[in-house]
């Protein structure tokens, strides 16, 4: 019994810890971004006196925010719908077909990515996109659907090993073809893993900033929000009030997302990861 308590005690002493990580930084993101310099001077961590909303109108009028705002959407409203296209279409392929050494093979490199570190990856990403002339927000498209690819796959193929033959053996006989038995059959049954695909892969793209530093820092046209920040950040250091306006402004929209969806994270990483 004592042993039982001791470990629910440690067990909510871990969750207030983490909660803390999380809490503390969006506490001081939120209440820096709503003071005055004055304000912060007097006070970095209190309150502040009143719902100050001019560092947020001073980030959004001083720079093409909006510009940097539509090139994040762009980019990852694209890689998404590409994505839950074309992973859960390869994913059903190799999960019918799992007996055959070749798709089993196919399997095997395509999770062996999971393996590879990016930072390994980095110089022949640069060079081979420089040749194929795609150091643009196309390019960085084309590396975001591929980069999601072993992750997707490992996920979308555990969770249908789980769909009984049987439903297409019955589509079939109701005369669907393979395509029909996907798109009207399968893939409705894998919104719960589609949902999560979209929601970590959605989190990931908006906050990245490795990749598009090295695809798009050759023109500040093609920047996307984390690279607008990290310059904005840089060139108003000294003005904390700002650079956390900015951060939260870009952090915003993604919140609101997970906010909404977080519910089928857990589900659909235990549904694809297990079954």
Request: proline share 4%.
């Amino acid at each position: 019994m004592n042993e039982h308590i001791a470990l629910r005690t440690l067990r909510y002493v871990i969750l207030a810890i983490g909660m803390l990580f999380i809490i503390v930084p969006m506490y001081l993101t939120l209440t820096i971004a709503m003071k005055t310099q004055e304000e912060t001077a007097k006070s970095f961590f209190s309150l502040p006196s009143s719902f100050y909303m001019g560092n947020f109108m001073e980030v959004v009028n001083k720079s093409e925010f909006f510009t940097f705002l539509g090139n994040s959407v762009y980019v990852t409203v694209l890689s998404i719908v590409i994505m839950l296209v074309l992973i859960p279409m390869v994913s059903y392929a190799i999960s019918r077909n799992f007996r055959s050494t070749y798709y089993k093979l196919l399997y095997l490199v395509v999770i062996s990515g999971v393996f590879v570190p990016f930072q390994a990856v980095m110089l022949p990403i640069y060079r081979h996109m420089s040749m194929l002339k795609l150091l643009n927000q196309n390019g960085l498209i084309v590396m975001y659907v591929t980069l999601a690819f072993a992750q997707g796959i490992f996920l979308c193929v555990g969770f249908l090993k789980n769909v009984p033959l049987e439903l297409d053996e019955a589509s079939k006989i109701d005369g669907c073809g393979t395509w029909a038995t996907f798109v009207r059959i399968v893939y409705p049954l894998m919104t719960p893993i589609i949902a999560t695909i979209l929601i970590l892969n959605s989190l990931w793209i908006w906050n990245d900033f490795q990749l598009p530093l090295i695809i798009l820092n050759r023109h500040p046209d093609f920047w996307t929000l984390p690279l607008f920040i990290y310059n904005f950040k840089s060139e108003y250091s000294s003005n904390y009030n700002l650079a956390f306006a900015g951060f939260f402004i870009s952090m915003l929209p993604i919140l609101l997302l997970y906010g909404f969806t977080q519910k089928h994270i857990i589900g659909g990483l235990t549904e694809g990861a297990l079954k």
